[in-house]
């Protein structure tokens, strides 16, 4: 059973920075492919950022592209997300998410396993 947990929320200023991180126990982590979504107040849950396996792809939603960077240490067992410039709608509950590599399609998703989520919240 892979178990997903997020740290690193809380609050951010607008133009600041956060780091988000995600740690994975249950499995190999290089077995994973791994992504970010949050959710917004009122809204549906949406895609950020993805990674393959190894590191060797990454997709971003256009409304982080250039902002956020996504990345994954294996041997530490851990997901990140490094969020700049961050902007007052960037606030939500951020979700780190799995998928088995021999079960992904696309880096959007579907994700089998997800987290409990992380608040972000930036002020103006």
């Known amino acids: 059973q892979v178990h997903l947990v997020e740290s690193g929320g809380g609050w951010g200023q607008a133009g600041g920075s956060l780091r988000l991180s995600c740690t994975i126990s249950?499995?190999?982590?290089?077995?994973?492919?791994m992504g970010w979504f949050r959710q917004a107040p009122g809204k549906e849950r949406e895609f950020v950022a993805g990674?393959?396996?190894?590191?060797?792809?990454?997709n971003y939603d256009d409304s982080v592209k250039g902002r956020f960077i996504i990345s994954r240490d294996n041997a530490k067992n851990t997901l990140y997300l490094q969020m700049n410039s961050l902007k007052p709608e960037d606030t939500a509950v951020y979700y780190c998410?799995?998928?088995?590599?021999?079960?992904?399609?696309?880096?959007?998703?579907?994700?089998?396993?997800w987290g409990q989520g992380t608040q972000v919240t930036v002020s103006s």
């Open positions: 998410a799995g998928v088995h590599v021999s079960r992904w399609t696309s880096l959007r998703g579907p994700y089998e396993y």
């Open positions: 249950g499995d190999t982590c290089s077995k994973h492919v």
């Open positions: 990674i393959t396996s190894r590191s060797g792809f990454m």
